[in-house]
């Protein structure tokens, strides 16, 4: 019966189960570990209560959204330095809207931010594709232009959506509130509408990679961009349709993260692309390109955010917890490494 047990054992490719579920085995990890640590550390606040992971799930949410662009920008062997830059020139742009419209112009401000957003990821594309330059420089340029250009419209101060007559003008429409926590009336939705969206949105992108044309050719871009090409890929197109809809997302992370702040922040999400793009390779994506998953995403996401929130809970200083990040960022590039090597 051992020899049998022994041969079953040796038939089971473990390099394939840690490739599918290793994102959820880190989860499960991380999880258990912060459980463990803040009820043994003297003075560490509760982890595992049911206020601490919803509030989890809601601080995931603005990285979890612009990661979804993300996964399909290192699928196709891309890279995105300019996502937190972008994300502060969305959340900057969408105040002033706002406060130009005395607080009374959300649809206007959203598409504003949005659009914003959007054009800065269609110029990187144009960049990348239409230029051929490789998309680490372009982007590097893009994070330090687009956070300049958010700190020039605002004056390098955070700018409020309300006039000083009536600061809280803007709370009365629909931008306010999207990923606080729920009051009591609205129980009934479980997750604010900032959650909600990630969710849905994580859907459709699934749905784009998995089942469309579009889907297909990132993946071939990723894997071997001279066979796709070959193959009649239309490769520019595809790549600035990528971080053009990257930057969408980005746009729509920005929408939260200024409901969250209930301001425009020029200085915001400084570094907020490290936890983009390790979030995505934590998920299982491959930075060599042709390989990642939206659910190993959102996994990687919360992951990212359940470390932060455990140092916090444990009282650690942030530059603790920068290192710990750092650490994470650099063992999955090189856990990515070392999967490559053995398939």
């Known amino acids: 019966m051992d020899h049998s047990f022994n041969n079953s054992m040796k038939t089971i490719d473990w390099r394939i189960i840690l490739n599918r579920f290793g994102p959820l085995i880190g989860l499960a990890f991380v999880f258990v570990l912060f459980t463990i640590l803040s009820a043994v550390v003297p003075g560490a606040s509760r982890f595992a209560t049911a206020d601490n992971l919803e509030l989890m799930l809601r601080q995931t949410a ?24 972008n994300i502060a020139l969305g959340t900057v742009v969408i105040a002033l809207v706002l406060r130009a419209h005395g607080g009374h112009a959300p649809n206007l401000a959203a598409l504003s931010g949005i659009g914003v957003c959007a054009a800065a990821g269609l110029l990187i594309g144009v960049l990348v594709a239409g230029g051929r330059l490789m998309p680490f420089i372009v982007t590097l340029g893009a994070w330090g ?25 803007w709370r009365a429409t629909w931008l306010s509130g999207l990923i606080e926590r729920l009051p009591e009336e609205r129980l009934w939705m479980l997750f604010p ?29 990723g894997s071997n961009e001279l066979t796709a090409r070959l193959c009649g890929v239309p490769i520019a ?16 992370a920005a929408i939260l993260d200024f409901s969250w702040n209930a301001a425009g922040d020029p200085t915001g999400r400084v570094g907020a ?38 140092c916090t ?31």
């Open 237 to 252: 197109q595809t790549k600035i349709l990528i971080y053009t809809l990257a930057g969408v997302l980005v746009g729509l």
């Open 62 to 85: 603005v990285v979890g959204i612009a990661a979804l662009g993300m996964t399909m920008i290192i699928i196709s062997g891309g890279i995105d330095l300019s996502a937190g830059s």
């Open 273 to 310: 692309e490290l936890d983009i793009i390790a979030a995505v390779v934590i998920g299982g994506a491959s930075l060599s390109g042709g390989q990642g998953s939206v659910a190993g995403t959102l996994i990687g996401a919360l992951i990212m955010t359940m470390v932060a929130n455990g």
């Open 145 to 169: 232009a687009l956070r300049g250009l958010a700190e020039g419209l605002s004056g390098n101060t955070r700018v409020y959506p309300s006039p000083l007559s009536n600061p809280d003008a």
């Open 193 to 221: 509408p900032g959650v909600w969206l990630m969710m849905l949105l994580a859907v459709l992108v699934w749905a784009i990679l998995r089942y469309t044309r579009f889907g297909r050719h990132v993946f071939a871009i």
């Open 313 to 343: 809970k444990l009282g650690l200083e942030n530059w603790v917890q920068k290192i710990v990040t750092g650490g994470i960022i650099v063992l999955a590039v090189t856990l990515d490494r070392l999967r490559r090597r053995a398939l």
